[in-house]
């Protein structure tokens, strides 16, 4: 018997050219070399954002124990406090009222429970008591700053006529994140990136000629914090002013001003 022989047929090969697997080669490199760059951008974008992190942290451990130099911290809270005193004592001494008030009323939300996001983690006040305020005692000429809100933004026009003021612009605080992006934040329709900051004069007041823009573009701070940017906006408005702030906060506290609130 004649036993048949198998013959295995082999696998052809496919034929690459030499320039083709160079290309290819000089591909995976470049591919490899880039996908190791990117890693180490990352790794740099996330060591720079845990230092901002960190800087802002023990700044604000800094902040909680120390009081800037010529400031008056005043804990107490608005709804008792005896403003009445406090503009006698202010006239006695400055021999005028305040120059400038700034403010950021704890606005109550309609609702009890709000939702999509829209939460808030301080004590909160019903507009009667905001416009029970003695402000027109403690200014008879000078500008009002009222930060304000979407919904509340008819509620802060009336405040300013309520206590004698005349609306005359506002100022917008773009809030942006350490790398240099718009910060979202909370919002009902929209997510806000923004606060709005409405502007009242009352009578007849010498400010600077200096070309002051009305947006403020800056890193968002801690809770109720507002950017370092609008005190040195009022002060360049009305330099060597009185400067009274209310609804103030400990991170709120800077030279030169008088701070009220309940939790300084």
């Not at 403003?83 to 009323?105: R, Y």
């Not at 600077?208 to 507002?226: A, V």
């Amino acid at each position: 018997m004649v036993k048949k022989r198998t013959v295995k047929s082999k696998q052809s090969k496919t034929y690459i050219p030499s320039s083709q697997e160079s290309e290819t080669y000089a591909d995976s490199y470049n591919n490899g070399i880039i996908q190791e760059d990117l890693e180490q951008i990352d790794k740099y974008i996330y060591q720079e954002e845990m230092n901002f992190f960190k800087q802002e942290f023990d700044k604000r451990e800094i902040e909680k124990t120390s009081v800037p130099e010529d400031s008056i911290p005043i804990c107490a809270d608005v709804r008792n406090y005896d403003f009445l005193q406090l503009a006698k004592i202010h006239q006695e001494v400055k021999g005028k009222l305040f120059d400038v008030i700034m403010m950021d009323p704890p606005w109550q939300l309609s609702g009890a429970n709000p939702t999509r996001g829209v939460t808030i983690s301080y004590e909160s006040l019903p507009d009667p008591s905001i416009r029970q305020l003695p402000i027109p005692k403690l200014q008879n000429q000078g500008l009002i700053f009222i930060w304000t809100i979407n919904a509340k933004y008819r509620m802060s026009l009336q405040l300013l006529d309520c206590w004698g003021y005349k609306y005359v612009d506002e100022v917008v605080w773009v809030k942006k994140t350490c790398n240099n992006k718009i910060a979202k934040s909370h919002g009902y329709w929209l997510q806000h990136a923004k606060e709005t900051c409405l502007v009242g004069v009352k009578g007849d007041l010498d400010m600077s000629d200096k070309e002051i823009p009305d947006i403020i573009f800056s890193l968002r701070r801690g809770q109720s914090q507002k950017p370092e940017e609008v005190y040195q906006m009022i002060e360049e408005l009305v330099p060597n002013g009185s400067y009274l702030e209310i609804f103030g906060r400990r991170n709120n506290l800077r030279a030169g001003w008088i701070t009220i609130g309940n939790e300084i």
